[in-house]
């Protein structure tokens, strides 16, 4: 059957063909809302905004339909496709380009990355920057989570982060999910891809403060940035802006703990201890 076009000419995005399929799937089958509600344990409201698009869904929800209708996890593949959906229009350029990056680096304030975040802690990261129902909220955590795969990929890209003290201070409201935070970061830095430091507080003021930082390097030798804060991020693709950023980020490695002693200040915060930093930061 031909890919039916939008009303401006262009193919639908895979979150609407997502969307289109769970709906036809439902009609085909003749099951009502209530019913399809009582196979998945879904509300009849909530499913329905999932056959609208107004909603994509979790790897839970679209696991249940895919029982429902016997689909062979034909609804998981296509919502593996869709789920970029899931975050803000400014993110998605960065996304296209950090799918292909062969080596990233990273400096973060405020947050721990991302690519590094356990599922409870992105729950609570997300949670605290606005209000979501906990549909919504699955579906972010479930969006950001299926990034991490970026790290163990066949070929994955280098991955060097400086994680701020102040991340690190910042404990999770639940101290079995910092807990859990913090022996994830000591797992995921044996990785042979992946260099985590710690950059102390002692080492005083830099040129990216109050700044995060992603620098990808790209398959054709050309690098960009972006650069976020609480509220707002930058894609930055001018070679001398570029460059600049670069420099900021090497100065503040010359500031960090090497590898080998941010394993032992992760250790000291994961026993309850306080970090002891050398003098010779």
């Known amino acids: 059957m031909a890919t039916r076009k939008t009303s401006s000419g262009r193919k639908p995005s895979a979150r609407q063909m997502l969307a289109r399929e769970i709906a036809r799937l439902r009609e085909e089958s003749g099951k009502s809302l209530a019913t399809l509600a009582d196979d998945t344990t879904y509300d009849r409201a909530y499913l329905h905004k999932l056959e609208t698009g107004a909603r994509i869904g979790s790897p839970d929800v679209i696991a249940a339909l895919d029982a429902a209708y016997a689909t062979g996890g034909h609804l998981s593949l296509l919502w593996e496709l869709a ?8 993110y998605k350029r960065f996304m296209e380009l950090e799918a292909i990056a062969t080596v990233r680096y990273e400096y973060a304030v405020g947050t721990i990355p991302g690519l590094l975040q356990t599922e409870g802690y992105a729950r609570e990261v997300l949670q605290a920057a606005r209000y979501r129902d906990d549909h ?9 989570l299926g990034r991490q795969e970026l790290l163990t990929r066949e070929d994955p890209p280098y991955f060097r982060a400086f994680l701020d003290e102040s991340v690190l201070r910042r404990q999770a409201r639940d101290p079995d999910v910092w807990e859990g935070q913090l022996e994830h970061l000591l797992s995921v830095g044996q990785l042979p891809n992946v260099t985590l430091q710690v950059l102390p507080f002692e080492a005083g003021l830099h040129g990216l403060v109050g700044t995060s930082l992603t620098l990808l390097w790209l398959p054709d030798g050309t690098a960009v940035a972006y650069t976020e804060d609480a509220h707002s991020g930058e894609l930055i693709v001018d070679a001398s802006d570029v460059e600049d950023l670069r420099l900021s980020y090497d100065l503040i490695r ?5 590898p080998r002693d941010s394993v032992v200040f992760l250790e000291a915060l994961l026993k309850g201890g306080t970090p002891e930093v050398s003098d010779e930061v």
């Open 254 to 258: 010359d500031l960090a703990l090497t």
């Open 83 to 90: 789920r970029e959906d899931a975050f803000a229009d400014k």
């Open 136 to 144: 919504d909220l699955s579906e972010q955590v479930a969006a950001r």
